[in-house]
């Protein structure tokens, strides 16, 4: 029997794995590798939101738990995941230099947020005649070797499925779950936007935001930096660039659109003085919350079963905190935060 079954294989579906896995516990993931987000999350972490210039929720427990938790990883796959990059927020006008620097000095940011404002980068091809905020402790996840290399793991010890999870053939026992010939102590649902088809956790109000982000090639141009003015620029490898991102709450297909082409093109082209050419259009539909909190938990008076959703954009960065909080209240009875619990919509459900 094995300890947890998770249902998805997306960043959340392999921040739980990992969570078991390095805990000695034994997992099962079953999924059918369509991961509507995650596959198109460039994997950009960062404590700061920098539309406003104010910190994540929880920032700094989330990365104290983020930072050791992918070391971990890494060692055991043998791959280089985290890239420690800072992030440069592109000032717009004189406003925003000047709040930056005022917001700088706050106690809750000035362990992110470097109060200088910096103008030469020793870079022609950017223009930002403002100059940069600098954001300490950020950075990406190669997000894609990240889910690859995971499932690679799982499946060289017979521990993945790749199927679509059929939520009727799971039956639910006080003490345990059965899935077709499979037999676990728990069920972790870590779907994603498919979570609306799960007839245990539809209730909870999860919404969609369609991203999209282009991949670009760009000759020449060196970054150990990752730029975000209206749409971000980071490297990814070789001569490639990440392009994004886009944020729709109307359109849930998976289609590459032309508005968001436009979007992300003439924003980039506000800034980038060279030439590039695009080589790829992605789209990924965000779960996310009505209050900006992932669903974590379970309604099931058994406690054999639990969600996991919600992660929104910030996967990468919230996403291990979140499944730490999960082992805990699972193992060691100890309560969830109370922001997090599904258990807060369990009055409209």
């Not at 960062?46 to 990883?73: C, G, H």
């Not at 649902?189 to 670009?216: C, S, T, W």
């Not at 965000?286 to 309604?299: A, E, K, L, S």
């Amino acid at each position: 029997m094995k300890d947890v079954i998770i249902v998805g294989s997306g960043i959340a579906g392999c921040a739980l794995a990992w969570k078991w896995l390095l805990q000695g516990k034994s997992v099962a993931m079953i999924s059918n590798q369509y991961n509507a987000s995650s596959s198109v999350a460039a994997g950009v972490y960062n404590p700061t939101v920098l539309k406003r210039f104010t910190p994540v929720w929880k920032a700094q427990e989330q990365l104290d738990i983020m930072l050791p938790f992918y070391k971990s990883i890494e060692r055991r796959l043998g791959f280089t995941l985290l890239h420690d990059l800072p992030i440069l927020r592109r000032l717009h006008d004189d406003n925003e230099v000047k709040t930056w620097k005022r917001k700088a000095l706050r106690e809750d940011l000035s362990a992110f947020m470097h109060p200088e404002v910096f103008n030469d980068l020793g870079e022609d091809a950017i223009f930002a005649p403002y100059g940069f905020g600098k954001v300490n402790h950020t950075g990406w996840c190669d997000t894609v070797l990240y889910m690859e290399a995971t499932i690679d793991y799982l499946k060289s010890s017979d521990a993945f499925v790749q199927e679509t999870f059929d939520h009727e053939s799971l039956e639910v026992f006080a003490d345990h779950v059965v899935y077709k010939d499979m037999k676990a102590k728990h069920v972790i649902f870590a779907e994603g936007f498919a979570m609306r088809d799960n007839p245990y956790y539809h209730h909870l109000p999860l919404q969609g935001n369609k991203g999209e982000l282009l991949i670009v090639r760009i000759a020449d141009l060196r970054l150990d930096y990752i730029i975000k003015s209206s749409v971000f620029l980071m490297h990814y490898k070789d001569d490639l660039f990440w392009v994004g991102a886009t944020y729709d709450r109307d359109d849930m297909t998976n289609e590459p659109t032309s508005n968001a082409l436009d979007y992300l093109t003439s924003r980039l082209e506000t800034f980038l003085k060279v030439s590039y050419e695009i080589v790829e259009h992605k789209v990924g539909i965000r779960p996310t919350t009505q209050d900006r909190r992932p669903f974590v938990g379970t309604t099931c008076k058994h406690k054999r079963h639990y969600i996991f959703n919600g992660m929104g954009s910030r996967a990468v960065l919230l996403a291990p905190w979140a499944a730490t909080q999960l082992y805990e209240n699972i193992y060691n009875d100890v309560p969830l935060d109370s922001e997090i619990d599904c258990n807060r919509y369990k009055a409209t459900s």
